[in-house]
C-alpha cells in the first residue's frame, strides 16, 4: 500500500524563515490546518532538537480548525557563509475514535497509516532597506493610532496585533526562564560532580592515616612486650635472692 499524501495544509509549506539579529530568540509560527472531516493528531519533529523550541510540539487538530505552532530558535553566532542544515517534519496520523494514551498510538502506528511533511530552516538578516522600511511602517502608523477619524475595524486590527505581540513577549520570556533554570541545573550538576572528586580525595588520605595509625599501635606493641617480661622475671630474681639471703 503506497504511503498517504499530508492531509494538514502546512502555512509557510516548505521554508521555515528566521529573522536576526540572531542574538536573542527569534520565533518563526508554522499554522497547521486541517480541512478534512476527520480529526488528526500531529507531532513536530527536528534535526536539531537543542537549538528550537516548539510550542505546541505535538497535539489534535479537529476537523476544519486550524492551529499555530510557535518554533523559537535559540542565540547563536550567526554565521552568513554557512548554509542551515536544520530541517524540521510534521508527521500526523488519523485520529482512532477513542484515544486514551497518545504514546502508544504513535508506537503502534504502521507505516501507511502515517503522513509527514519537511520544511527546511532559513535563516535571515534585515538588510539596509528593511530597517528604513519598518523606521518608516512605524512613523506612519503612530500618526493612525492617535487620530480621532479612525473606524471601528480599521481600530480593531491595532487590538489584535497587539494581543498577539503580548502572547509572543509571553513565549519568549517562559523560553529565557527555562533557559534559565537548564543554566542552573547544569551549574549545580558540575558543584556535585566537584564535591564528589573533593570527598574521594579527601578519603584517600584519611584511609592512609588510618592505616598508619593501627600500624603503629602494634609496632608499639610488640616492642613493649619484651621490656614487661624483663621487669617480670627481675621481679622474680629479687624475690628468691632475697629469701636465700634471709
Known sequence: MSKLEQVLILDPPTDLKFRGPFTDVVCATLKLSNPSDRKVCFKVKTTAPRRYCVRPNSGAIDPGASLNISVMLQPFDYDPNEKSKHKFMVQTIFAPATITDTETMWKDA?????????????????????????VDTVSKAVPVLNSSKVDGPVAAKPTSTALD??????????????????????????????????????????????????????????????????????????????????
Open 110 to 134: 504502521k507505516p501507511d497509516e502515517l503522513m509527514d511533511s519537511k520544511l527546511r530552516c532559513v535563516f535571515e538578516l534585515p538588510s539596509e532597506n528593511d530597517k528604513m522600511n519598518d
Open 165 to 246: 505581540d503580548t502572547e509572543m513577549k509571553k513565549v519568549l520570556e517562559e523560553c529565557k526562564r527555562l533557559q534559565t533554570e537548564v543554566g542552573k541545573l547544569q551549574e549545580e550538576n558540575r558543584q556535585l560532580k566537584d564535591d564528589g572528586l573533593r570527598l574521594r580525595k579527601a578519603q584517600q588520605p584519611a584511609h592512609i592515616a588510618s592505616n598508619s595509625s593501627s600500624l603503629i599501635g602494634r609496632e608499639v606493641t610488640t616492642s613493649s612486650l619484651p621490656s614487661l617480661l624483663v621487669v617480670i622475671a627481675a621481679i622474680f630474681i629479687g624475690f628468691f635472692l632475697g629469701k636465700f639471703i634471709l
